[in-house]
């Protein structure tokens, strides 16, 4: 039998001519964090380039296979990576939608210039029961953001009704001419979007009036009450929460929203494949950024509710975040706004941010990435009939052995900000994600179980030594996730990881000693 140093000796390895940093760290799993729901893994689709029209929505086009007009290769890749909760249809552009425009017979549905994305037409072929089938499709909870910008109390919440009325109304009866049935149960209801910028340029004290006014309308249907989310800040904008709580508050508005959804880009100082070593771990630094944002708006929130005497608890949401690279004007000519090539470089992003979110699980309850197919950091590009994961989707898939678990926390022997980890429990196995962001070191990393025992490990790893490099449409396979060797003993498992890698560990725990 092969002892457990000579078990370690085979994974760990130390290259002589590259750099290895020597990490150890410690799983208290019974020190809880909170339960990752799985909404902390959620996705945003807007009417923005090739993200809906040409992406997920190829119509009736022969040439590409689809269910009712929706890609099948999208919905198949989609389903294996589990889309939890979907935003849906902006962004900017929700604040210019008109939901009528998207329901009834699609022949008769107008034709709109997208005012926000290119002053492109669109012949609303995607409508409310498009994006409901693709909902169904892909087993997510739909989360639409509703008009407050350029709409008007009664548009949204006969919105809420078309959707959630089950039947006897005129709405409902016209849903049900339009070919549903059921109610769509539509939960989660966003009230505007960047109402500080294209939602309407408006103050928080101007948003809080606006809040309150169309809130006042927002109702239940069915008895399903309407799980409604706010206009939160850009980033961490402490005077945007403040100054709009401060304004609910004079207003005394007797219900505070569910939810508040701030918004966190990671921008990026290069175009999408030609970062360097300084822009990359600037553009990956923000996300230490982006915990401390959470962390200090998780406070806003609580002091808000307690200071209200309602004692309630508004939940945050980062309904959109991930990587924002300086555009390429040739690829947005050939893939419409926003398309950026995804790289090893976003994989790491992606697992980043998941780690954060993982790390701060009490304090969320939904995030969305930026967006589903062919806008900023996409899971799925797409070309005519071809449609590639991209490494944030392998990186999505790797980490959602999280969800659903009990996260819970971990203690580092280095503070080294390159070494990022999260981990999590089901009632048997444990799930790890570690990455290494460096670019010129490789890492032996010793996980050790705090008064816990592992029977197996299983490691995959995602990796290559280039940050530029992607997955395109002539080499879709150039950074897949792979098998990857762990070794365990009685205090736990370890494993080596390459320059630019992420490693998931899903080990399985034999005993919990008292
Ligand atoms: O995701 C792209 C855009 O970014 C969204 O439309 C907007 O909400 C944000 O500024």
Not at 222 to 239: F, M, S, T
Not at 266 to 282: A, F, N, P
Not at 320 to 339: F, M
Request: hydrophobic fraction near 35%; charged fraction near 20%.
């Amino acid at each position: 039998m092969v002892s457990g140093e000579n078990k370690f000796a085979l994974v760990l390895s130390r290259n002589s001519s590259m750099n290895t940093e020597d990490h150890e760290v410690v799983f208290h799993l019974r020190d809880e964090i909170g339960i990752i729901k799985p909404e902390l893994h959620g996705h945003f689709l807007e009417h923005l380039g090739s993200a809906t029209y040409g992406g997920i929505w190829v119509g009736k086009d022969p040439s590409i296979p689809n269910i009712n007009g929706i890609r099948k290769q999208a919905v198949e890749y989609l389903k294996e990576l589990g889309v939890s909760v979907l935003r849906w249809p902006g962004g900017c552009f929700a604040d210019d939608y008109h939901w009528r425009d998207g329901i009834g017979p699609q022949g008769n549905r107008p034709r709109r210039v997208n005012i926000w994305w290119g002053n492109c037409i669109e012949d609303n072929g995607f409508g409310t029961h498009e994006f409901m089938e693709l909902c169904t499709l892909l087993n997510a909870q739909p989360y639409l953001a509703g008009n407050v910008g350029s709409g008007s109390p009664r548009e949204f919440r006969d919105w809420i009704e078309y959707c959630n009325q089950g039947s006897g109304s005129t709405l409902s009866d016209e849903r049900r001419t339009n070919g549903a049935l059921e109610p769509f149960r539509v939960k989660y209801w966003g009230v505007g979007n960047e109402s500080w910028a294209c939602g309407g340029h408006m103050t928080p004290e101007e948003y809080a009036a606006l809040y309150v006014r169309f809130a006042t309308y927002l109702r239940a249907y069915d008895g399903l009450d309407p799980y409604l989310i706010a206009v939160g800040p850009e980033g961490n904008n402490q005077a945007w929460s403040n100054r709009f709580f401060a304004a609910l508050h004079n207003r005394q508005f007797p219900l505070l929203p569910n939810g508040f959804a701030m918004h966190y880009y990671s921008w990026g100082q290069s175009t999408s494949i030609s970062y360097t070593i300084e822009t990359l771990q600037d553009q990956l630094a923000t996300f230490a950024s982006m915990e401390k944002a959470i962390q200090e708006q998780r406070a806003i929130l609580d002091r808000h509710s307690q200071e209200d005497g309602k004692n309630c608890h508004i939940d945050l949401l980062v309904d959109e975040w991930g990587t924002w690279d300086i555009a390429n004007p040739q690829n947005e000519e050939e893939h419409g706004r926003l398309w950026q090539q995804n790289t090893m470089k976003d994989a790491l992003a992606a697992a980043l941010g998941m780690n954060v979110f993982h790390r701060n699980a009490d304090s969320l309850s939904m995030c969305n990435l930026a967006q589903l197919t062919n806008v900023l950091q996409t899971p799925l590009i797409t070309q005519g009939h071809h449609c590639v994961r991209t490494p944030t989707y392998y990186a999505f898939k790797m980490c959602g052995l999280h969800k659903g678990n009990m996260s819970f926390q971990v203690e580092r022997n280095t503070d080294e900000t390159c070494f990022s980890v999260s981990a999590s429990r089901s009632e048997e196995s444990v799930a790890i994600t570690l990455v290494n962001t460096k670019h010129n070191a490789s890492m032996n990393v010793r996980c050790i179980f705090h008064k816990a025992r592992l029977n197996r490990a299983v490691a995959t790893l995602l990796h290559h030594s280039d940050f530029n490099a992607c997955n395109t449409f002539e080499h879709p396979d150039v950074i897949t996730p792979q098998h990857h060797p762990t070794a365990i003993d009685d205090a736990g498992c370890a494993v080596h990881m390459p320059p630019l890698s992420i490693v998931t560990i899903n080990a399985r725990v034999l005993q919990q000693d008292e």
